[in-house]
T-cell receptor, first 112, second 113 residues
Framework: RKEVEQDPGPFNVPEGATVAFNCTYS??????FFWYRQDCRKEPKLLMS???SGNEDGRFTAQLNRASQYISLLIRDSKLSDSATYLC?????????????FGKGTKLSVKP | ETGVTQTPRHLVMGMTNKKSLKCEQH?????MYWYKQSAKKPLELMFV???????ENNSVPSRFSPECPNSSHLFLHLHTLQPEDSALYLC????????????FGSGTRLTVV
């Protein structure tokens, strides 16, 4: 089983739609979870951390389910500018625990 | 200047060349990283430095040689690369510890011919 797994998409949605991405991780001892956004030919940028209680930032909501070892990202009222690849990220367990493991990403395309 | 700065942005090199990638962070972070991103693959961790000491070498071939002279600067020295080494090389920095996300530089897009 891969350490971090995501559906690569692409998810093609109209403006204003609600879209959700899921991600699963393999090591139940992982402690830190993030969603990053990466635009085409650009570097990844931190979108939000994911907390056990769930957290919301404007149109974006992140949830963590430790029992099932998955993380979700919900985007409401999609904008054209939300088109990007969304990377699920989990901290490495064992070794240096500050190291982050990245999923392959889920591509989102928001159409007019 | 703030953030993480990488130079050059683009690099084309022959298989017999020697070149270096440079990364500089102005965030006061303690840890710096090199990642490789190839098409259709997740980011691959290459090297980790904490307080300028190398703490991880993720089975990277010796044709890639990192150097970290201080906590703000990180280099990746390249020699006798192969065409399959063509990729986007990303530098990142963070505070040490699992709770902190990374700040990435813009990357160096490397093409080996």
């Amino acid at each position: 089983r891969k350490e971090v797994e995501q559906d690569p998409g692409p998810f093609n949605v109209p403006e204003g739609a609600t879209v959700a991405f899921n991600c699963t991780y393999s090591n139940s001892a992982s402690q830190s979870f993030f969603w990053y956004r990466q635009d085409c030919r650009k570097e990844p940028k931190l979108l939000m951390s994911v907390y056990s209680s769930g957290n919301e930032d404007g149109r974006f909501t992140a949830q963590l389910n430790r029992a099932s070892q998955y993380i979700s990202l919900l985007i409401r009222d999609s904008k054209l500018s939300d088109s990007a690849t969304y990377l699920c990220v989990v901290n490495q367990v064992g070794g240096s625990q500050g190291n982050l493991i990245f999923g392959k990403g889920t591509k989102l395309s928001v159409k007019p | 200047e703030t953030g993480v700065t990488q130079t050059p942005r683009h690099l084309v090199m022959g298989m017999t060349n020697k070149k270096s990638l440079k990364c500089e962070q102005h965030l006061g972070h303690n840890a710096m990283y090199w990642y490789k991103q190839s098409a259709k693959k997740p980011l691959e961790l290459m090297f980790v430095y904490n307080f300028k000491e190398q703490t991880e070498n993720n089975s990277v071939p010796s044709r890639f040689s990192p150097e970290c002279p201080n906590s703000s600067h990180l280099f990746l020295h390249l020699h006798t690369l192969q065409p399959e080494d063509s990729a986007l090389y990303l530098c990142a920095s963070s505070q040490q510890g699992p709770a902190y996300g990374y700040t990435f530089g813009s990357g160096t897009r490397l093409t080996v011919v």
